[in-house]
């Protein structure tokens, strides 16, 4: 039987931004969503109101009835996910996080925004990289691509906490992550050192870490990298 994959992007993305992976990932016999979430599909009127409860359904109700699936989460994508995995963690086989990490209860990915501003347009290059995402392996036509095909975050998902249950079913799902801006070996040591609240979830899942240098967008800057290690960990 074919492997289930959802492939879950990042902020400004849609499912085009899995457009180097997703048609390897089914040349190789897996069978593939590429998602876009609620909020980030330009053609919907109410794109702005989305909410990561809105986004992990959309997960959810991605997965087909009587099926499980394996769950790709790119960046901020990765809230989203985690909240569908602790809504439903029946549902997936596992959880491959894309330079990311299952974001831990109350976390706010950018809770410097202004939330009377509904939308959180992509910043330019040098204050996305000050913020730590690396471009690296991003050329001319990458950037330009991105910036050109990029929706504005509705700041009702960029700026909401993650709020989670109270059970612990979700930490029994098994996780990868992908490291690609930072070394498996770096996120492990801010995961136990405890003062990094990105990687406070980390240190109650038994998860693995797998080193693919690069930037923060590995999809674009690696993709054949990338699809193999997803491929690999997905058909284990």
Request: proline share 8%.
């Amino acid at each position: 039987m074919a492997t289930r994959i959802l492939l879950a992007p990042g902020f400004w993305l849609g499912a085009w931004a899995w457009d180097e992976v997703a048609p390897d990932l089914r040349r190789r016999g897996n069978e593939v969503v590429a998602l876009t979430l609620p909020g980030l599909d330009e053609a919907d009127p109410d794109r702005l109101s989305a909410t990561l409860e809105s986004q992990a359904q959309a997960i959810v109700d991605a997965v087909p009835e009587g099926e499980t699936v394996v769950l790709v989460a790119h960046s901020g994508g990765a809230a989203p996910a985690y909240l569908a995995i602790d809504r439903a963690p029946e549902l997936f086989r596992r959880a491959i996080y894309v330079d990311s990490a299952p974001l831990p209860n109350g976390f706010v990915i950018n809770s410097a925004l202004d939330v009377a501003v509904r939308e959180w347009i992509l910043p330019e290059w040098p204050e996305l990289e000050a913020a730590g995402n690396s471009l690296a392996g991003l050329d001319e036509a990458a950037l330009a691509r991105f910036r050109e095909r990029a929706v504005s975050e509705p700041t009702s998902v960029a700026a909401a906490p993650l709020r989670l249950s109270d059970s612990d079913a979700r930490l029994s799902v098994p996780a990868t992550v992908i490291c690609s801006s930072m070394t498996a070996d770096v996120v492990e040591k801010l995961r136990d050192n405890g003062e990094t609240p990105l990687f406070a979830e980390l240190a109650r899942i038994d998860a693995e870490y797998v080193d693919l240098p690069t930037g923060h967008w590995p999809m674009w800057s690696k993709p054949k990298e990338l699809t193999e290690l997803i491929h690999a960990i997905a058909n284990r």
